[in-house]
């Protein structure tokens, strides 16, 4: 299967304001720290991924050091905000900035203030977009059940049914950023009486998908060429959210007709 489709004109990058004080220009570390409550799996890996794809151009010290103005700022939250909200691969995101596509800022939520559908299902979860190389953080049990609000009970059986696995290390377990999720997920669906074991169909449709994205891919995902095996996980990437999408619109037209 080819990775490339048609050649499509690299999206313009910004330029730096002429007005933009060196004040206001961030560093790597600084822009993933402003950026990690809206964006809680972002990571510095992620931002120099984007930047090897073109999507992103800092402007550089003398020394090499990437600063961050205002408009890369915004335009990473956009990038951001495309591949969480709507699913997009790096080619239509690269299209979509092309043609001039920009989100506004989000207003932050006042203090105390509680959103208006905190009660209803999946309220809880957060939106996120995962690398698949980069696995993030890790947390132990404890963590997780303090951030996701999970009971042991509950991981325990999840463990049991293969949905979460962790890893051990030193006698203690921890879990990475996806099985956090994972759980966070399981526990909203536990309000509704869906037990673990009820989860089993879908670890059983992604294990398919992931086995029919690697069946696409696999002889770049071997490649002993870097450049062709970054093409490929990129590609697996992009995929990965083209058919995460896709399994969104048939579940959503299939309650259509439960709630005709």
Sequence with gaps: MALTDEPVPDAPLPTPAEDEAP????TIGAVCKALSQEFPDISISKIRYLEDQKLLAPRRTPGG???YGQSDVSRLRTILRLQRDEFLPL???RQELAAGRADDAQPEPSAGSVPADAARPGA?????TFSIQDRG????LEDVMEETGAEARL???LEDFGIVKGELRDGTRYYDETEREIVRAAGELARYGVAGRNLRVFKTSAEREAALLQQLLAP????RNPERRKEAIEALENLAAVASHLKHLLLVRDLRRIAK
Excluded at 23 to 26: F, I, P, V
Excluded at 137 to 140: E, I, T, V
Excluded at 220 to 223: A, H, I, N, T
Aim: no cysteine; hydrophobic share 40%; net charge positive.
């Design 155 to 157: 991981i325990g059986e």
């Design 91 to 93: 080619r239509v995101i």
């Design 23 to 26: 004040r206001k220009s961030l």
């Design 137 to 140: 953080a890790l947390y132990s």
């Design 220 to 223: 770049s995902l071997r490649s």
């Design 124 to 128: 809880a979860l957060r939106r996120l």
């Design 65 to 67: 050091y990437r600063l």
